[in-house]
Every structure is written in C-alpha cells, then in structure tokens.
C-alpha cells in the first residue's frame, strides 16, 4: 500500500472489499460498460486534493484492518466461544 500517490481505486460493486473500501472508491458494476467509463473518466479527472483524500481514508483502513488483526479477533472470539461452551457444560 503506497501512503505518497495518491491514485482513486474503481472497484466492482460485487467484491467483498466494496463494503471495506466503498467510502474511498468509485464503485462500479463492471458488466456495465458506460458505468465503467464514466468511473474511470471520474478518476482522471478527480481534483487533487478528492483524491488524496480518499486515499487517506483506503491507507487507513487497509493499515488497521490487516489479515494480522483479522485473525488475532477470530483467534480471540474463537477461545471466547470456547470458553463460554465449558462454562454451559458445568
């Protein structure tokens, strides 16, 4: 992830990613060649300043929500829920 270029992302409307990173793309339905070309013309010609924005908001996210951090909140809920069965057991 670059934090200096500050470049606009055009991502399909049904990634997954489009729910994470909806706020700082264009979303487009990618089968829709005319929603695709003005998402693009939007891009080229977002002002500077929309564009390093959005990139700020996608860096920040993308910097806090790592797999890393995915996997140590599914290890923890895991071990709750595993807790939790032991305790009904009793």
């Known amino acids: 992830c670059q934090s200096k270029n500050a470049g606009v992302l055009v991502l399909s409307e049904f990634v997954g990613a489009a729910q994470s990173l909806g706020a700082?793309?264009?979303?487009v339905n990618p089968w829709?060649?005319?929603?695709?070309?003005?998402?693009?013309?939007?891009?080229?010609?977002?002002?500077?300043?929309?564009?390093?924005?959005?990139?700020r908001q996608?860096?920040?996210?993308?910097?806090?929500?790592?797999?890393?951090?995915?996997?140590?909140?599914?290890?923890s809920e895991l071990n709750d829920t595993h807790v939790e069965a032991e305790l009904r057991r009793k």
């Open 24 to 27: 700082g793309a264009l979303l």
């Open 32 to 55: 829709n060649v005319n929603d695709m070309a003005a998402a693009i013309e939007d891009a080229l010609t977002m002002p500077e300043v929309e564009r390093r924005e959005w990139q």
């Open 58 to 75: 996608n860096f920040t996210r993308v910097t806090i929500h790592t797999a890393q951090a995915w996997a140590d909140t599914f290890v």
